[in-house]
């Protein structure tokens, strides 16, 4: 065991061995419907660790055990983060931010809603020959579009997507994102502009006053996810580059938010029992 020292306590940042690494890559890779995936054969859960890390379970075992040693390992550090900081974007989106995370804290016999979806749009330089379906009509300007969901339990990000075109409307990227992915019978929050489908439940849609309010600061929430990445420079601006390469850095950032919010270095508020019931 090795001890870092954190004020008058002493927390011990124990060693990883590649078998230990091995188990921690499955366990972050698998998915709840996907128990039996990546155990097939060895040499195909070392192409699938090498297509995920790029790196051996002994280089990352060493240098966790090295960061130990020296005392690096911050507080709340865990050794997925480190497999976080090998992956790519790509990787990181899969690993970080995925729909069972909706699970943490949901009651389904209070309610059938778990998380809350909405949409946003960045701007960006419009090419030639100009694309009509690329104009936002509600910010006047050509933009990259992204849908993104949260649990409206805990907070977490479990669902994003992009780019899409800035005129593509909320529900038709609802219908080829996200409404796959969802359990027959559950709900999903979403705001008057995206409507259309059953399980959307736009804000009056509820039994009580309590409910509305809860669902009204449920959105709120929501789109304090967008300010967070918004707070990013790269992001802030016209974006004048590759379109795909606004999609690296749009999950990059949903990433790093991702993570601060299991670290609790991104704080945002709580919704205690959440109880909304529909019509």
Not at 242 to 258: E, P, R
Request: with cysteine; proline share 3%; glycine share 8%.
């Amino acid at each position: 065991m090795q001890q870092t020292q954190q004020g008058h306590h002493v927390v011990r940042v124990p060693p990883f061995s590649p078998a230990q690494f091995k188990t921690i890559a499955i366990a972050t890779l698998r998915t709840p419907n996907q128990k039996k995936n990546w155990m097939y054969t060895d040499q195909s859960q070392a192409r699938t660790w090498a297509c995920f890390f790029g790196t051996s379970l002994e280089v990352a075992s060493n240098i966790w055990n090295r960061l130990a040693e020296s005392n690096k390992i911050p507080k709340g550090g865990a050794p997925r983060h480190l497999l976080y900081a090998y992956a790519g974007d790509d990787a990181n989106a899969k690993m970080v931010i995925r729909m069972d995370l909706r699970l943490i804290g949901w009651n389904k016999l209070v309610t059938m809603a778990s998380i809350v979806y909405d949409a946003t749009t960045f701007g960006c330089f419009d090419k030639w020959p100009f694309d009509s379906k690329m104009w936002d009509v509600k910010r006047h300007k050509a933009g990259l579009k992204y849908d993104v969901a949260s649990s409206i339990h805990n907070g977490y990000i479990v669902h994003w997507s992009g780019w899409h075109k800035g005129g593509k409307s909320d529900i038709k990227i609802f219908r080829e994102e996200l409404k796959s992915k969802l359990d027959a019978g559950k709900c999903v929050e979403a705001d008057a502009g995206c409507s259309g489908e059953c399980c959307l439940k736009n804000p009056q849609v509820a039994k009580s006053r309590r409910a509305k309010q809860q669902k009204g600061v449920v959105r709120a929430r929501q789109e304090c996810v967008f300010c967070k990445m918004k707070k990013f420079q790269s992001l802030r601006g016209i974006w004048i580059h590759n379109y795909d390469k606004h999609t690296f850095a749009v999950g990059a950032v949903l990433v790093s938010i991702q993570i601060g919010l299991e670290l609790g270095t991104v704080k945002f508020w709580d919704i205690p029992d959440y109880e909304a019931e529909y019509f």
